[in-house]
């Protein structure tokens, strides 16, 4: 079942700008984790945040996590045509399933 | 970095048919593997939980009849799409974790394209 909630659902932006994605959820989690997809294509482990974590760092990166909002976001700095892709942010309740988000369409126009 | 495999990419059947779909991790024992099923320009959805030796956990709604999973070995999980119908054709992907423990992420497959005609 679904419990995560990115907006938007689409983003349309120009290279060298930063985009931000949201992420909300619904009950308590131990990790919150960032994929990113390619269309028709697997996914790819991004980042993980633990919920005691409030934020973290990966090259052009920046998740944060706000437990208590029941939130977390997805920086992408200097963005570039090749970051264009759907990224889905999921949730760890427990030490085996994850529960996706809705995804956000990230375009990035040249 | 840990590496699942899973094949066949993309696949074409008649109706009525099954067809099969593995997932092998390549470079580490995953006594757990996923499998979603992803409809286009929507989220995964997790259709059950493998485990290795023992029978799959299927989600809410799914058909265990018609999704059979075996997991015979720490390596190997399958997926068993059986007298496949048009409603069936998605993109099915597995999943895998390479370490226990909260910290880890999961390692997903590249997918696989099914189509019934």
């Known amino acids: 079942s679904q419990q995560g909630e990115e907006d938007p659902q689409a983003l349309s932006i120009q290279e060298g700008e930063n985009a931000t994605m949201n992420c909300s959820y619904k009950?308590?989690?131990?990790?919150l984790q960032w994929y990113r997809q390619n269309s028709g294509r697997g996914l790819v482990h991004l980042i993980l945040?633990?919920?005691?974590?409030r934020e973290k760092h990966s090259g052009r990166l920046r998740v944060t996590l706000d437990t208590s909002k029941k939130s977390s976001s997805l920086l992408i700095t200097a963005s570039r045509a090749a970051d264009t892709a759907s990224y889905f942010c999921?949730?760890?309740?427990?030490?085996?399933?994850?529960?996706f988000g809705k995804g956000t369409m990230l375009l990035v126009s040249p | 970095g840990a590496v699942v495999s899973q094949h066949p990419s993309r696949v074409i059947c008649k109706s009525g048919t099954s067809v099969k779909i593995e997932c092998r991790s390549l470079?580490?024992?995953?006594?757990?593997m996923f499998w979603y099923r992803q409809f286009p320009k929507q989220s995964l959805m997790l259709m059950a939980t493998?485990?290795?030796?023992?029978?799959?956990?299927?989600e809410q709604g799914v058909e265990k009849d018609k999704f059979l999973i075996n997991h015979a070995s720490l390596t190997l999980s399958t997926l068993t799409v059986t007298s496949a119908h048009p409603e069936d054709s998605s993109f099915y992907i597995c999943?895998?974790?390479?370490?226990?423990?909260?910290?880890?992420?999961?390692?997903f497959g590249s997918g696989t394209r099914l189509t019934v005609v």
């Open positions: 945040i633990r919920s005691n974590e």
């Open positions: 999921a949730t760890a309740s427990g030490y085996s399933t994850l529960t």
């Open positions: 999943s895998a974790r390479d370490g226990a423990g909260a910290g880890y992420g999961y390692t």
């Open positions: 470079d580490f024992q995953a006594t757990t």
């Open positions: 009950t308590s989690i131990n990790n």
């Open positions: 493998s485990n290795e030796g023992s029978k799959a956990t299927y």
